[in-house]
């Protein structure tokens, strides 16, 4: 069994072997992957992972930390993108099994591939060569990833090079105190670094610059296993690697402190952005072409309301000139009314006087007659003076009767044209509105896809 082994390889170890070998001796206990996931770990583009991100999400940052007995950690750097397809998930949004893996692979009770695979044999889905509303809504909550890291816990050190750039100075580091001082002396420098612990799960951060108002799934891809890692990458002084001319610092060879998440595009975001971009161009040129008739429309509201102005400025110019004749009239009855007075006052006089006579004068005087003579003209007078009060009245009745009406006609008048004057006024300033709403708000939606292409 022995010489089978050996037969036809140079004798020592293996890769794999020593790959065994490595891992034990920093850790007896750790477990050590089999020699067909060793291989595949070597071989392979590493692993991937896919996270639900779900709706109600706000802005801001975000940690998810991988599932419960994952071997994943992030040693380089990882791809993002967004993910076309349906998914089971876990209760802390990761994939843990695909249902459907987008357009170009139908796989349904009615439509699936067949034996033995060829291409022919392996159908699109209905409408591949257009997005579902459903995806291109997916893309545009992808758009709102802003940035993204990937962390593994650990035992957070001084920074090395830093305590020796502080010494060079001439500074003793004595207490907390000089280290906290210290370090507001070289910010340009990291001041700690990371001793990784692998036996806990790593997590990823992601920073998003709106909330999220539909679910999305982000692909992520370029996690290694943790035990293929801890047998090859270097864990001391992060921050100062042996061949940083050749990016060790980034990983896999030495694990880095921080893994940056570089998130990517595909052409269904660029065309929803082009279409969007499109679709604002033209919604503009719609306003733009529609402004000649909303200031025409507007010029002719405007002179409407200069002709309801003037008819109005007419109607309160009658008003005072009705109130002035009312005025007049008014003035007149009141003269009328003190001759009235005057009259009344003469005919007591004179009854008292006709009174004051009788008591002197005999039944028999012949003065009586040319008295009773004199007491029928003053009650004719009397009558005549009654009479010509009681028509006045009948004409001031009539005359107030005309001036009411006249006034309540012309206060409708003036209520109409004032309630008129108000509609245009807010007819003139609703399309006003509308036009600089439109415009503003189609400025804005360009420049935030021109931001988002940038």
Not at 177 to 195: H, K, P
Request: proline share 3%.
């Amino acid at each position: 069994m022995k010489t089978l082994y050996s037969e036809g390889r140079v004798v020592g170890l293996s890769a794999y072997e020593l790959y065994v070998r490595q891992v034990l001796s920093r850790n007896p206990s750790a477990k050590v992957l089999s020699e067909s996931q060793w291989l595949a770990a070597a071989l392979g583009t590493n692993n991937s992972m896919i996270l639900k991100i779900p709706a109600g999400t706000t802005k801001g940052v975000h940690d998810y930390v991988l599932p419960e007995g994952s071997d994943l950690c992030g040693c380089t750097y990882i791809i993002g993108t967004v993910f076309e397809g349906s998914a089971e998930f876990d209760e802390d949004g990761w994939a843990t099994k695909v249902d459907d893996y987008g357009r170009l692979i139908a796989n349904t009770g009615q439509l699936y591939p067949k034996t033995p695979g060829e291409p022919e044999d392996v159908p699109v889905k209905p409408g591949y060569d257009t997005p579902s509303d459903e995806f291109i809504e997916q893309c545009n909550e992808y758009m709102k990833v802003t940035s993204g890291i990937m962390l593994q816990p650990g035992e957070w050190i001084d920074n090395v090079y830093q305590v020796e750039l502080e010494n060079e100075a001439g500074i003793v580091l004595t207490t907390e105190s000089d280290v906290e001082l210290l370090a507001d002396l070289s910010n340009d420098v990291a001041r700690m670094s990371l001793n990784v612990d692998l036996s806990k799960r790593g997590f990823v951060r992601i920073l998003f610059d709106e909330d999220i108002d539909t679910d999305f799934y982000i692909f992520l891809h370029g996690f290694a296993y943790k035990n293929i890692l801890a047998g090859m990458s270097g864990f001391d002084d992060l921050l100062n690697t042996d061949n940083p001319e050749n990016g060790d610092f980034l990983g896999p060879q030495a694990f880095p402190w921080a893994v940056h998440i570089t998130f990517i595009y595909n052409n269904d975001m660029m065309g929803n952005v082009r279409y969007s971009v499109e679709r604002m161009i033209s919604l503009y040129e719609q306003v733009v072409h529609s402004t000649d008739y909303f200031e025409d429309t507007a010029r002719e509201l405007n002179n409407r309301y200069a002709t309801l102005t003037d008819r109005y400025n007419e109607l309160i110019l009658g008003f005072e000139d009705t109130v002035a004749q009312v005025n007049a009239m008014q003035s007149k009855v009141d003269n009328l009314q003190s001759q009235i007075d005057t009259i009344n006052t003469t005919i007591a006089d004179m009854q008292s006087s006709i009174v004051a006579t009788n008591s002197r004068i005999d039944d028999n005087d012949t003065r009586l007659n040319g008295i009773d003579d004199t007491i029928v003209s003053i009650n004719r007078r009397i009558t005549n003076a009654e009479g010509h009060a009681d028509d006045i009245d009948v004409r001031m009745e009539a005359l107030d009767k005309t001036v009411d009406d006249k006034i309540q006609a012309i206060s409708d008048t003036v209520e109409a044209v004032d309630t008129k004057i108000s509609e245009l006024k807010e007819e003139v300033g609703t399309l006003s509105q509308l036009t600089t709403t439109n415009k503003t708000q189609i400025v804005r939606a360009i420049n935030e896809v021109n931001g988002k292409i940038q």
